[in-house]
């Protein structure tokens, strides 16, 4: 059964929501997906220093995830730039939305006329207009300052914060949140695509305040440098803690994974996230789906993960 009617909220970044609206945009009309803009490597950080703009690859992968698939329009906007020029490894979308953010002196119009150019279910919206870094504290005491620093930094995450703190949230998020059925977060990175975005002004809030069927999407796999050594609770605590109130819902793949694609991941110093989930079985529905995508690599697979969280929902 297909509802277009239930207003779904999506948080998070990177290719983990991007990979989540891919799924979702053929069982509803009403899609909201709230950005995190701490990113500052690749792409993106080299627009954010040059142009002192938000990171736009995260918005634009969220863009094109609800845009019609295959088109050539999509594929333009994920082209990146080969060779050895000053445009290598930029992609054309990001481009695009820092020509229209120096045209228009708007990041907000810039993500409103991609989104038009692309013909998009939905919407897509960063958290804040503020232009934040992305802090940690870790274990040995020490504060760093960058979102690629703080992956690099040989120790473990204790705390997250943005700077300046309580940057005020893009105007419709708070009300997407509080309006919406279903608020889904995860998968994805969880100090610095999910996490990031409960720091700003009213969003925490917003979320602990509405009706809305509250879920989150575990990882399949830990990410290095940021949730080494995490279980499916450490990431389902760490949510709870900097959302202020228990989830809901906690998805969990059980589909196995080749053996060749866990080698190439071991390599990279990435595991299995181990599920321990049984201790929480009194206060939190648990939902374990094969959601595996495993063509390459292992991610979750969109029309498998939009299954199980409609499920829950028709």
Request: glycine residues 10%; contains cysteine.
């Amino acid at each position: 059964m297909i509802r277009k009617n239930i207003k779904t909220v999506g948080i998070g970044g990177g290719t983990g929501l991007s990979t989540l609206l891919e799924g979702i945009k053929y069982l509803t009309d009403e899609i909201t997906a709230i950005v995190t803009v701490t990113d500052d490597g690749g792409s993106s950080g080299r627009l954010r220093q040059d142009f002192n703009i938000l990171p736009p690859g995260d918005i634009r992968n969220c863009i094109v995830s609800l845009a019609e698939s295959g088109s050539l329009l999509s594929e333009l906007f994920q082209y990146r730039f080969g060779g050895k020029s000053g445009l290598s490894g930029h992609s054309f979308g990001n481009l695009f939305i820092t020509a229209i953010t120096d045209i228009t002196g708007s990041f907000a119009r810039g993500i409103l006329e991609a989104s038009r150019i692309l013909s998009i279910k939905g919407r897509v919206l960063p958290s804040t207009l503020e232009n934040v870094v992305l802090g940690a504290k870790f274990a040995d005491g020490s504060r760093i300052l960058g979102q690629t620093k703080i992956i690099n930094y040989p120790d473990a995450i204790e705390e997250i914060f943005l700077s300046p703190p309580d940057p005020p949230a893009y105007k419709g998020v708070l009300r997407a949140c509080r309006e919406a059925d279903v608020i889904i977060l995860g998968p994805g990175s969880l100090f610095s695509s999910i996490i990031p975005n409960l720091l700003v002004k009213g969003v925490a809030g917003a979320i602990r305040s509405s009706k809305a069927k509250k879920i989150y999407m575990c990882n399949i796999m830990t990410q290095p440098g940021e949730t080494d050594g995490f279980t499916v609770t450490g990431h389902l605590h760490a949510v709870e803690k900097y959302l202020g109130c228990w989830i809901d819902y906690l998805i969990i793949n059980s589909g196995g994974i080749p053996q060749k694609l866990l080698r190439r991941h071991e390599r990279k110093k990435s595991y299995i996230v181990t599920d321990d989930s049984t201790t929480l079985t009194d206060r939190i529905k648990i939902i374990r789906e094969d959601i595996l995508c495993s063509k390459n690599f292992v991610r979750h697979d969109p029309k498998k993960t939009a299954r199980v969280i409609f499920g829950l929902v028709l």
